[in-house]
């Protein structure tokens, strides 16, 4: 257990509806970090926050949206779904602001399936 | 365009032999890179985290290799267990905090 906790587990949903994800990270960690992993894509980095503040942006569609709360726990919002949307969505946490030494801690991810 | 490469894209081993895996990467400009062991339909486990100036590093029965001149690391499993049976993944970070993942290695240890 990697002290990463995330909300839902499994989430099924239609095209074009919007759903949010939970993220709490360890006790201690500052930034949160989320990634998707989809079968023929493999994992991709969407984004890093760092204390309530963007830290990092990667592949993360204009639909998709994050943001963290004063207690440092994470959503991950996701609108106008579509089918290839479907996927593994994890969240890591560090205990600072991502240093090149810096150990990330994923949680079990949520399942996400647009049918 | 940040790539990286990982080769066999799967494997299988007999239980208790050695095997080595490899990443090759066109990060630039580097920061670091890591070794992940994910377990089918779980997050990633961190194994490795290697800078510019280490060139290998342990952790258990995992050690990697990093050569920053020819942008190539490996990862080597020593006495192999059922329990490794997994993806191994390899992510290169740049200095701008991005983030280039590599398809991963399945490792299959047989009995």
């Known amino acids: 257990d990697s002290g990463v906790t995330q909300t839902p587990k499994h989430l099924i949903t239609a095209t074009g509806q919007r759903v949010t994800l939970r993220c709490s990270p360890r006790?201690?960690?500052?930034?949160v970090y989320w990634y998707q992993q989809s079968l023929d894509q493999g994992l991709q980095f969407l984004i890093q926050?760092?204390?309530?503040?963007?830290?990092a942006k990667g592949n993360i569609l204009e639909r998709f949206s994050a943001q963290q709360f004063p207690d440092l726990h994470s959503e991950l919002n996701l609108s106008s779904l579509e089918l290839g949307d479907s996927a593994l969505y994890f969240c890591?946490?560090?205990?600072?602001?991502?240093?090149?030494?810096?150990?990330?801690?994923f949680g079990p991810g949520t399942r996400l399936l647009v049918l | 365009k940040n790539q990286v490469e990982q080769s066999p894209q799967s494997l299988i081993i007999l239980e208790g032999k050695n095997c080595t895996l490899q990443?090759?990467?066109?990060?630039?400009?580097?920061?670091?890179l890591r070794w992940y062991k994910q377990d089918t339909g779980r997050g990633p486990v961190s194994l490795t985290i290697?800078?510019?100036?280490?060139n290998t590093k342990s952790n258990g029965r995992y050690t990697a290799t990093l050569d920053a001149d020819t942008k190539q690391s490996s990862l080597h499993i020593t006495a192999s267990q059922l329990s490794d049976s997994a993806s191994y993944i390899c992510?290169?970070?740049?200095?701008?905090?991005?983030?280039?993942f590599g398809a991963g290695t399945t490792v299959t240890v047989r009995a």
């Open positions: 990443c090759n990467y066109t990060v630039s400009p580097f920061s670091n």
């Open positions: 006790s201690g960690d500052l930034s």
């Open positions: 890591a946490s560090s205990v600072a602001s991502g240093g090149p030494q810096e150990t990330q801690y």
């Open positions: 290697m800078t510019f100036s280490e």
């Open positions: 992510v290169v970070s740049s200095n701008d905090y991005k983030l280039s």
């Open positions: 926050y760092y204390n309530g503040e963007e830290r």
